[in-house]
């Protein structure tokens, strides 16, 4: 191997083998194009809904990277929402705390650390710029209608204060279900804050969605400010020959729908973010050893690193759930 094709760091280091990368998906620019949308707009609140390991996450780090690119000094908070026997008024106010990042937010009364919370939020506000901030509530469907109450206390002080507070809440479809919930229980102050808008994170539906993903391996850097692409990172000798991964898009999406054909349920086939990369991490490192200058994945490779991802197991448990054909 030539000194251009010796990797500037060891393979264990790479964000593809630590799993601490994002490339954009249509999904994504989809989702991000529309949160904007609300900030301009200043739409109080929406739901962000999809099945289990769709990617609902791994998409929320990046449209709050983009928003911060966007509005640099923007405030973006996100908290994790735990479950839970019965709501907790103190538990509920320490979580947001912690999302703000407050040093004291295990200590003192409800009423207090209510009070911290609504002076940390200000102090950010104020520092960024702006008269508005974006909080994301991951798995939100898990929030009860007395948490809401209390989000509502907060986000009525803030406005008095002159801050709009966007609340974005993702979870799964169970959220839609609540909504009605709401609806029907005359919750139309719930609604109106935090549920007005809706938004569904689809998985990776066509070759051509797949081909997007891919590019983003093609075209992201590690180290930065280096000419190592992820692709060539752990292909250099057939990077340089011009093997780039967005060609392989349809040999991809062909594996994945053999394995979807081979589960025989009758669904139509969306692929879950979390299974398309770790499908694709594992065809990049299984295979690495094999890199020449005339190297290209076989369908036998591809097979291999889909059915390593459990993508037919995931989809198995999934299907009662999704939409039929």
């Keep these: 191997m030539s000194s ?3 990797r500037p760091i060891s393979v264990d280091q790479h964000p ?8 954009p998906t249509p999904s994504i620019d989809a989702l991000m194009q529309k949160v904007k949308r609300l900030v301009r707009m200043h739409t109080p609140g929406a739901v962000i809904f999809a099945y289990p390991r769709f990617g609902k996450t791994y998409g929320i780090r990046y449209v709050k990277n983009a928003l911060q690119g966007e509005y640099p000094g923007v405030v973006c908070l996100s908290c994790g929402t735990e479950a839970k026997k019965k709501p907790s008024e103190d538990g509920f106010f320490t979580t947001l705390l912690e999302a703000t990042g407050h040093l004291g937010a295990l200590t003192g009364s409800i009423t207090r650390k209510r009070r911290r ?3 940390r939020i200000s102090e ?3 520092a ?4 508005w901030f974006v909080i994301f509530a ?3 469907q898990r929030l009860e209608v007395m948490e809401y109450e209390w989000l509502r206390d907060v986000h009525d002080c803030l406005e008095r204060k002159g801050i709009r507070m966007i609340t974005l809440l993702v979870g799964q479809p169970q959220l839609l279900n609540q909504k009605t919930a709401f609806r029907q229980s005359n919750h139309t102050q719930i609604i109106l804050r935090f549920m007005i808008a809706e938004m569904r994170f689809d998985g990776l539906a066509d070759p051509d969605s797949l081909a997007t993903c891919l590019q983003g391996y093609d075209d992201a850097i590690h180290p930065p400010s280096t000419p190592w692409t992820y692709t060539r990172f752990f ?3 057939a990077y340089d020959n011009g093997f780039r991964l967005v ?3 349809l040999a991809l999406w062909d594996a994945f729908l053999r394995a979807h054909n081979s589960a025989r349920i009758n669904v139509q086939m969306e692929i879950p973010m979390q299974y398309f990369a770790h499908a694709v991490e594992i065809a990049l490192e299984t295979n690495m050893q094999l890199d020449r200058a005339g190297f290209k994945f076989t369908p036998e490779m591809w097979d291999e690193a889909v059915a390593e991802s459990l993508f037919v197991e995931a989809l198995r448990e999934l299907h009662l759930g999704m939409p039929s054909n």
């Design 117 to 119: 919370l609504i002076e």
């Design 247 to 249: 060609d392989e898009a």
């Design 16 to 23: 593809v083998t630590r799993h601490q990368y994002i490339v």
């Design 124 to 126: 950010l506000v104020d």
């Design 128 to 131: 960024s710029g702006y008269n």
């Design 138 to 140: 991951d798995e939100a």
């Design 235 to 237: 292909y250099p000798q």
């Design 4 to 6: 251009a094709h010796v």
